[in-house]
């Protein structure tokens, strides 16, 4: 027998002993073949260590296999992304071409005639496979699941190729191919790489390949369950089946068993419909699960796949709002990329779980996964936390290309539907992004684009009927998706926050169904501002919000902060605290989502504070919060909690016996500032008291040393905080010196700070000069992880850095600075 933990065997693509581009989403992954009693016999296994990896091309098979001692060849682990530590990297762009990898893998197959699969969750961008000297296939494309039929092409095989195990090549190629989606122009890196989970997998002869579970919940509160199935049959076995459906409730209770036999079938095939009395709702609140098994038999060996799947009904009302189960429900909502420091696209599962669950707990409800399919384990966790889900193709920036170009992206789309059909926490289907942009490929040929985006929305409802589809930006098309975001970027690309209300009051009525997706300003970890406002003053009022041509360059148009600003997080803060505000009081708005979770690399942003990196994110590219968290939890989360502004901002100025602005982010309905353990009074939350919902004081600071405590009560329940600075009063020069300082160390490694000043030896406070690290001697910098603490060429924060060095002997860590001299610290 064989089981599967997962809805799928095989996901997505190529099933071939051909060199095709094939799209058939099945999935193979996650099954076991058990014995009689019920015990594993013989799992998948899934192949994360024995690999070797060489970056550039190669010669042909020949070439891989011809030398194991090959130095050219290096020892990996999956995940791993070739583009790991150069997608941030200040110097050169990112890689973009071939990597391959190599292993031998010893075949067991406990099935007669059964089939030997390799099974990949994700590679970037083109992945080729070969066994030996056999070419079996290629997927063209980087985000969805796709597995290849290794069968006969290890029964090809010759002794001498299969001596120590079956010889496995897969090549991976991220280089430009216009007739491959996402475009060129997209504002992330496209990865290269092995950088999702691969396994081997046996199955029988004929085996369940989807499953689609359809939980239709009306309004008179009856839930009406529907389960699909589709076969796995490549030799076209004619042994009849039999079909058990059985499923659980959370609490592992049957709600519905049944069995029959039938005669192998084509497509999808309804197993069962059944009903579910009283049925537990699936909400962010309770997010409550489901569990299906199905259990396919014939003489070819038992198969089972099991899957989650959550009853729930929403709706976007024409003009708003969004409603959940009956209920009016403001989405709150971000957004993810998976690129992280150190790994880019390769992230451990832990790492996916402890981002998702940080997520969670600044109280979002709503995720866009941008701008692709993403790894399974994102979804899954979605459904048990909750999050609400756009899941989007990678159509984007791209116009329309030629007829390969539109039969990947519509197979894309098809895979993504197919793959992730039963998770509850997916509404809507997202069909590309920004499709008008300037100078995209080939063209912006609207009616092209109105046409191709339209076959995509209509494919979209015939593969998934109960989930409506979305579009962020392409204002010509707005009409065609159920459900569509405009631009509007006030404060940031255009505009002064202030007039954020006004822009969505607009856009609502331009549009059936009206989201905001992508809102929000960089900031630079570590830099505030005591006149954050400065640059916006300059600001045209009632001007336009949205981002316009190329506005996210710092060239040409008018003032705005994107270009002016100082990316500092104090005003990053005041923006997301206005928006958030606005938002609240809005009964017809549907939601928004937030532009970025976190950090990632960029080829588009070589000019930020940190080279090639967006810095949208409330955390940085390591998960490090940055002070905006806060912001969202104060509005988002029931939980009490309080946060004083400015825990990474060590030292505040201005003139002694100067009223500085201090903020408290809390939810509470009552705070109490403590400065100096003096108090300065209580404040009540007012979540339209702008900024901070009123839980803000004017405090005069001592010079030198300060402590600032906030005690917050809400409900019985109190929580504190507390922070201390220094308060500098006399006011600094021109920049002069440089100087570098060890701050820590440990067995590992040795952290160092930069500091400048100016000529009588005060720090310059405001600096945001452009550093730059390197290092000669033993060990190494840790550096091109896209953090404010981990990069060798960055802007200040407030005139200090900090970079890392793994231990290795002593060095001499320099850095340099236009002019100003550089520095050099000797590091025993």
């Known amino acids: 027998m064989l089981d599967s933990t997962r809805r799928q065997f095989l996901i997505s693509a190529s099933m071939t002993t051909a060199a095709a581009v094939l799209g058939t989403p099945v999935r193979a992954d996650s099954v076991e073949a058990v014995d009689g009693t019920d015990e594993p016999v013989v799992s998948p296994k899934r192949l994360d260590g024995g690999w070797q990896f060489r970056q550039g091309p190669t010669s042909g098979q020949w070439q891989v296999w011809r030398a194991e001692e090959n130095d050219e060849w290096h020892a990996t682990g999956l995940p791993h992304c070739f583009n790991a530590m150069d997608a941030c990297d200040p110097d050169v762009p990112y890689f973009r071409g071939l990597g391959s990898y190599r292993t031998r893998i010893e075949i067991a197959n406990p099935f007669a005639q059964g089939r030997t699969m390799l099974h990949f969750q994700g590679a970037g961008q083109t992945t080729t496979v070969w066994v030996g ?187 708003g709002p969004f409603h959940l189960n009956g209920k009016r429900v403001l989405l709150r909502g971000t957004h993810r990329h998976a690129d992280h420091a150190g790994v880019a696209a390769a992230m451990s599962d832990e790492q996916v779980r402890q981002e998702l669950q940080l997520i969670h707990e600044m109280g979002a409800n709503f995720i866009r996964l941008a701008h692709y399919q993403q790894d399974r384990l994102v979804l899954d966790l979605c459904d048990e936390l909750g999050l609400m889900v756009w899941e989007e193709v990678p159509w984007c920036r791209a116009g329309v290309g030629d007829e390969a170009f539109k039969q990947q992206a519509k197979g894309m789309l098809t895979h993504m539907i197919e793959q992730h059909y039963n998770h509850p926490s997916i509404i809507l289907w997202g069909l590309g992004n920004e499709d008008d942009w300037p100078d995209e490929y080939p063209s912006i040929d609207k009616e092209a684009i109105r046409e191709f985006m339209t076959e995509m929305r209509d494919l979209a409802h015939r593969l998934d009927g109960s989930r409506l589809t979305s579009f962020r930006r392409c204002d010509f098309a707005r009409d065609i998706p159920d459900v569509y975001s405009p631009s509007i970027w006030a404060g940031w690309y255009g505009g002064n926050y202030r007039d954020y209300e006004a822009s969505l009051t607009t856009q609502r009525g331009r549009v059936k169904r009206f989201f905001h997706a992508e809102w929000g300003a960089d900031s630079h970890a570590g830099r505030h501002s005591e006149d954050p406002e400065a640059v916006l003053r300059g600001v045209a009022r009632d001007a336009y919000t949205d981002e316009r041509g190329l506005a996210y360059m710092k060239t040409g148009g008018p003032v705005r902060v994107s270009r002016d600003g100082d990316w500092s997080e104090t005003y990053a803060c005041r923006l997301f605290d206005w928006h958030l505000k606005t938002q609240e009081k809005l009964d017809w708005l549907t939601g928004s989502a937030q532009w970025i979770f976190k950090d990632f690399a960029s080829p588009l942003r070589g000019d930020s ?206 850095v340099t600075a236009q002019g100003l001299p550089p520095a050099f610290l000797e590091i025993p």
């Open 133 to 319: 000297q056999t070419l079996v296939g290629t997927h063209k494309g980087g985000y969805d699941e796709f597995s290849f039929d290794i069968t006969d092409a290890i029964k090809g095989a010759s002794p001498a190729e299969t001596k120590g195990g079956i010889p496995v090549c897969v090549v991976c190629d991220n280089a430009a191919d216009l007739e491959r989606v996402p475009s060129d122009q997209s504002d992330f890196c496209l990865y290269g790489g092995l950088y999702r989970h691969v396994s081997l997998v046996y199955l029988p002869g004929l085996a369940l390949e989807t499953v689609h579970v359809l939980a239709t919940l009306g309004t008179d509160g009856t839930t009406r369950v529907s389960v699909k199935a589709r076969l796995y049959n490549p030799t076209r076995r004619t042994s009849s089946c039999e079909v058990a459906t059985r499923v659980l409730d959370g609490a592992g209770q049957v709600v519905h068993e049944s069995t029959k036999t039938l005669a192998p079938w084509d497509g999808f095939v309804e197993l069962d419909d059944f009903s579910i009395a009283a049925a537990q709702l699936w909400s962010p609140e309770t997010p409550h699960l489901y569990r299906c098994a199905v259990n396919l038999t014939s003489a070819e060996g038992t198969t089972r796949i099991k899957d989650k799947f959550g009853v729930r009904r929403y709706e976007f009302l024409e003009n």
């Open 609 to 814: 504070c940190i080279p090639r990196i967006n810095q949208k994110g409330v955390v940085e590219r390591d998960l490090t919060k940055k002070e905006s968290y806060f912001v969202f939890q104060s509005y988002w989360t029931e939980k009490p909690m309080a946060h004083i502004y400015g825990h990474s901002w060590p030292v505040r100025w201005g003139k002694e016996g100067e009223h500085r602005e201090v903020l408290v982010y809390s939810n509470c309905e009552q705070a109490e500032l403590f400065l100096n353990e003096q108090s300065l009074g209580s404040k009540k939350r007012d979540s339209q008291n702008f900024p901070a919902a009123g839980l803000r004081w004017d405090v005069t600071f001592a010079k030198g040393e300060n402590r600032l405590r906030v005690v917050a009560r809400q409900g019985g329940v109190t929580v504190t905080d507390q922070i201390e600075l220094v308060y500098a009063t006399e006011e600094w020069g021109k920049p002069t010196t440089m100087k570098l300082a060890e701050k820590r160390r440990n067995a590992e490694s040795i952290t160092v700070g930069l500091t400048l000043y100016d000529a009588r030896g005060l720090p310059c406070l405001d600096a945001r000069d452009t550093v730059r690290f390197s290092l000669a001697g033993g060990g190494r910098l840790i550096d091109n992880l896209g953090t404010v603490h981990g990069s060798r060429e960055a802007q200040l924060a407030n005139g200090r850095a900090e970079i890392s060095i793994a231990r290795k002997g002593g060095c001499v860590l320099g």
